[in-house]
């Protein structure tokens, strides 16, 4: 479609060529890690994606360090920045284009920044001073919380050497050790926690896993004989041939 006179209009934030205003808007930088972050935005039609950044403002798009890009037309535009220095403040500017026959529509939204995050390396897990849990007992339910204190919410668990007793497991997001324990014995394992910012620590901890109660039996009162017994021998008074007839008969029985 041909343009005899482009309309162009332009904002403090926003400029905007072409017959048909393209426009975009809710930018958002999200997934802000130590080292990268996602870049969104809206178009209000279909358009590429460009994404420019860099550690100051430019008043030009070409003068920014940084450039990625996508070539494939949609309305919700996502690019990931990679390879950011940590606890660094960033600008950047987003660009959709859409090309029909040889006219084009931009959409140019600047002077939007985030900052990366710091990454703490104090973060630490409460354990007790040898490492020991409290103990458990085999078919009884145990629960123990592990708990880590600096870094950045929210933190994540997982078991990176040895194992658990049996029966028992660490869930990822909450760092509770929970279940009913299977078997007896000592288990050591070392326990790593993670934070939003990359930063992990590392515990080696231990549970003792005890044997339940024993099953008992019942016995006569001291002093007196079970049944069998008395069976067994009130037939050794009798004569051989009575005997094998009251073994036998014990034996049906």
Not at 85 to 103: P, Q, R
Request: charged fraction near 10%.
């Amino acid at each position: 479609m041909a343009v005899a006179s482009p309309a162009v209009a332009s904002s403090s934030t926003t400029t905007v060529s072409g017959t048909i205003p393209l426009v975009a808007y809710q930018i958002a930088a999200s997934n802000v890690t130590c080292s990268s972050a996602v870049i969104s935005w809206r178009t209000n039609g279909l358009s590429t994606s460009q994404v420019f950044h860099d550690t100051v403002w430019h008043d030009i798009l070409a003068d920014y360090t940084h450039h990625v890009e996508s070539d494939s037309l949609v309305l919700i535009h996502s690019l990931t920045l990679s390879g950011l220095s940590s606890g660094t403040s960033y600008y950047f500017a987003v660009k959709s284009v859409f090309t029909d026959d040889g006219n084009s529509l931009t959409a140019v939204e600047d002077n939007c920044f985030f900052t990366t995050l710091t990454p703490v390396t104090t973060i630490t897990i409460s354990s007790p001073p040898n490492g020991h849990l409290p103990g458990g007992e085999v078919g009884v339910a145990y629960s123990q919380p592990l708990v880590a204190f600096g870094g950045t919410a929210a933190y994540t668990w997982c078991i990176v050497g040895g194992c658990l007793p049996c029966g028992l497991l660490l869930n990822a997001s909450t760092g509770v050790i929970s279940g009913t324990p299977a078997k007896a014995s000592n288990f050591k394992f070392t326990v790593q926690v993670k934070d939003k910012a990359g930063a992990t620590a590392t515990a080696a901890l231990s549970i003792s896993i005890r044997s339940g109660p024993p099953i008992r039996t019942s016995s006569p009162p001291e002093g007196e004989e079970s049944a069998w017994h008395v069976l067994f021998r009130e037939a050794s008074l009798l004569p051989s041939t009575c005997l094998n007839s009251a073994l036998s008969a014990l034996a049906d029985w």
